[in-house]
C-alpha cells in the first residue's frame, strides 16, 4: 500500500463547479497535511496546510481533514480555467524522520 | 512566504560533463533541503535529503557518487550532476523546509531543467 495515495484522473469539472480532490493516508501518527498545485512544466507551489480535524479555508480553496478516516480532501469553488493542473497530496509522515511523503497527484481540468 | 530559488533554470551540456545547480532559501534559514527530479508527465520523486553541515540522506537507487550533495550553510544547498549522460535530463527540482509557521512545511524552488546531449 502506498503511503499516500490519489486518483490520478484527469477530473474533468464544468467551470464555476466545485471540484472535490481526495487523498488517503496509511500511517495513522501523521500530524500534518499539505496540497500543493503544480501547473505542466513548473514546480508545486503551496496552496494550503491542515493539521487539525475539519475545515479549514482559504479563499475559493477548502481543505478537509478526518484523521480517523484518515482522509484529506480539497474543495475548490467557483472552478476557474486557470485552476487547470494537478494537485499533489502531501504528508509529514513522522515515522520517516518528518519527511513529507507526495502522492502521485491528480490532474484536474476545468471545462469552459 | 518563504521563497526558494534556483540557479540555472536552464542548463544544456554535453555527454560527460558535470553540472552544478544551485537552491537557495531566500528569507528563512533551512536546515534541510531536498533534491526532487520529475520527468515529463511523472511523479515527483525524491531523490535526496540534505541536511546543513552532514553527509546527504540519499534514496534507494540514486547514486550517491553521481549526485554530489552540498549543504554548506543554512540557506545555500548544491547537487552536481557529475559526468552526466542524456538519461539523466529531466527537470530538478529542490525544495527547503521551513518550520516558522508552527508546521514544518517544505516550500519548492522553481525548478531546473537540464538537457544532455
Known amino acids: 500500500q502506498k503511503e499516500v495515495e490519489q486518483n490520478s484522473g484527469p477530473l474533468s469539472v464544468p467551470e464555476g463547479a466545485i471540484a472535490s480532490l481526495n487523498c488517503t493516508y496509511s500511517d495513522r501518527g501523521s500530524q500534518s497535511f499539505f496540497w500543493y498545485r503544480q501547473y505542466s512544466g513548473k514546480s508545486p507551489e503551496l496552496i494550503m496546510f491542515i493539521y487539525s480535524n475539519g475545515d479549514k479555508e482559504d479563499g475559493r480553496f477548502t481543505a478537509q481533514l478526518n484523521k480517523a478516516s484518515q482522509y484529506v480532501s480539497l474543495l475548490i469553488r467557483d472552478s476557474q480555467p486557470s485552476d487547470s493542473a494537478t494537485y499533489l497530496c502531501?504528508?509529514?509522515?513522522?515515522?520517516?524522520?518528518?519527511?513529507?511523503?507526495f502522492g502521485s497527484g491528480t490532474r484536474l481540468s476545468i471545462r469552459p | 512566504g518563504a521563497v526558494v530559488s534556483q540557479h540555472p533554470s536552464w542548463v544544456i551540456c554535453k555527454s560527460g560533463t558535470s553540472v552544478k545547480i544551485e537552491c537557495r532559501s531566500l528569507?528563512?534559514?533551512?536546515?534541510?533541503m531536498f533534491w526532487y527530479r520529475q520527468f515529463p508527465k511523472q511523479s515527483l520523486m525524491l531523490m535526496a535529503t540534505s541536511n546543513e553541515g552532514s553527509k546527504a540522506t540519499y534514496e534507494q537507487g540514486v547514486e550517491k557518487d553521481k549526485f554530489l550533495i552540498n549543504h554548506a550553510s543554512l540557506t545555500l544547498s548544491t547537487l552536481t550532476v557529475t559526468s552526466a549522460h542524456p538519461e539523466d535530463s529531466s527537470f530538478y527540482i529542490c525544495s527547503a523546509r521551513d518550520g516558522g509557521q508552527g508546521v514544518e512545511t517544505q516550500y519548492f524552488g522553481p525548478g531546473t531543467r537540464l538537457l544532455v546531449l
Open positions: 528569507d528563512f534559514q533551512a536546515t534541510t
Open positions: 502531501a504528508v509529514n509522515i513522522y515515522s520517516s524522520a518528518s519527511k513529507i511523503i
